[in-house]
């Protein structure tokens, strides 16, 4: 079985961190008006909502369906200074190494009765902040390793010089600025730049939580977010709507979500867009006791998508036969794939392609 990938919900004291949390994981924690309410982080394993999935279990019709899960992570909130063990600096930093993708809330609602640590609402400030302490956490990191690496280049090791010159370029980088997960490797750097765990180097999805009455546009702080980290990485949402909605029945939700013009509830898309940045895809199997659906990175061989399944499965690999999920839906079972030759024989080489339905064959 692989690990469930892990992203951390990251962000300045008062943000709706813990909301947010609240409201993927339905898991009560804390959230109240104070900074570091989250000391210790939070977890939660969130399914993943996949209208595949549904669609098969409706075909199948099997007891019992098995969605594909995520793991959220909720840290303490930073204040500047942490990467000098400012606030919660040291714990904060220690725990997003733990984590594979970060999700940033940035503040875009004012709320006098919920204090902002800088003392007013500005999201490309706020976004900065963090930034910053997550780079120069990341020059500590690159600091210490040329130390120790120096003294092995100075005495003639090629291996060592050209990690040296790898890491005063990762270090002028950072000092541009620059996340290293922009920075452009160059052969052979990858393994090098990897190694660091730099915290910069995660991939990362920013929340911009606003107001309830923003939430169908119009939200200028959130324009300002989206403007100057990129449309595509910033996703709007009300974290304290969203963890309302807990609490209603699903008829009245439906209805609270068509009064504020919401097609579903917020963190549906942002749980999808955490395994989409986290980069997992989803296969499925099904049998006569459950349809289900397994996670895996992109570009997974078949022998290791089997493994997934069973350790012995990877072990005795054969074959998958493969449907796509899209010849299945049209056609509606397995014989008829089969009778229209949509099930391919797949060996070794196979890269499993997201909705991919498989039978794996193997030696027990």
Request: with cysteine; net charge negative.
């Amino acid at each position: 079985m692989s690990r469930v990938l892990k992203a951390g919900i990251v962000g300045l004291p008062n943000a709706g961190k813990s909301t947010l949390f609240n409201a993927l994981t339905a898991a009560g924690v804390p959230a109240e008006v104070y900074p570091f309410t989250t000391i210790d982080p939070n977890l939660g394993v969130v399914e993943v909502p996949d209208p595949r999935l549904d669609r098969l279990f409706e075909i199948v019709q099997p007891p019992r369906k098995v969605p594909a899960v995520v793991e959220f992570v909720d840290i303490a909130g930073l204040v500047e200074g942490a990467h000098r063990g400012e606030g919660l600096g040291n714990r904060f930093l220690a725990h997003i190494r733990e984590v594979e993708a970060l999700i940033h809330v940035v503040r875009c609602f004012d709320d006098p009765n919920i204090a902002h640590p800088a003392g007013s609402v500005d999201p490309v400030r706020d976004v900065g902040t963090v930034e910053t302490e997550l780079l120069l956490a990341d020059l500590e990191t690159v600091d210490k390793r040329l130390d120790r690496v120096q003294r092995t280049a100075r005495s003639g090791d090629r291996d060592a010089q050209r990690e040296v010159e790898s890491l005063n370029r990762v270090r002028e980088w950072l000092n541009a600025g620059r996340p290293a997960r922009d920075v452009e490797c160059g052969e052979g750097e990858d393994e090098i730049i990897n190694s660091l765990f730099l915290l910069t180097r995660k991939p990362i999805l920013y929340v911009a939580n606003v107001a309830e009455s923003s939430i169908s546009g119009g939200d200028e702080p959130a324009a300002a977010l989206a403007s100057a980290v990129g449309a595509d990485q910033a996703l709007v949402l009300c974290c304290r709507l969203e963890a309302e909605l807990l609490d209603l029945e699903p008829e009245e939700r439906r209805e609270y979500l068509e009064a504020v013009g919401l097609e579903r509830p917020g963190v549906e898309r942002l749980i999808q867009a955490t395994y989409r940045l986290l980069g997992l895809i989803t296969f499925f199997t099904f049998n006569e006791k459950e349809v289900r659906a397994w996670t895996i990175p992109r570009g997974t061989l078949a022998p290791q998508a089997a493994g997934v399944v069973h350790s012995d499965f990877e072990k005795g690999f054969i074959r998958a036969e493969t449907v796509s999920y899209a010849d299945f839906e049209q056609v509606g079972s397995l014989k008829a794939a089969r009778d229209q030759g949509l099930v391919r024989a797949e060996g070794r080489g196979h890269v499993v392609e997201d909705g991919d339905i498989l039978l794996f064959r193997a030696h027990t």
